[in-house]
């Protein structure tokens, strides 16, 4: 009987790994836009002091009116 020759799997890890590295960096890139989001979110509520109706808003709303 004769041995059968292994196959090389060291192109194969090779390409298993770049493919977990290139997942790793995507989930890495999203986690972060996420957290930037939610902390961009909070900054703008507490900045924003709430609707103010002022002489040139309801000068606005007049227009609309006619």
Known sequence: MSQQE????GRRGFLKT????????????VA?????????ETE???KSSG??????VRSYY???RN
């Open 6 to 9: 292994k196959p090389d799997t």
């Open 18 to 29: 770049m493919g977990l590295a290139g997942t790793a960096v995507g989930a890495v890139a």
């Open 32 to 40: 972060g836009t996420v957290n930037a989001e939610v902390a961009t």
């Open 44 to 46: 703008e509520e507490t």
């Open 51 to 56: 609707y103010q109706e002022t002489e040139h």
């Open 62 to 64: 007049d227009t609309l």
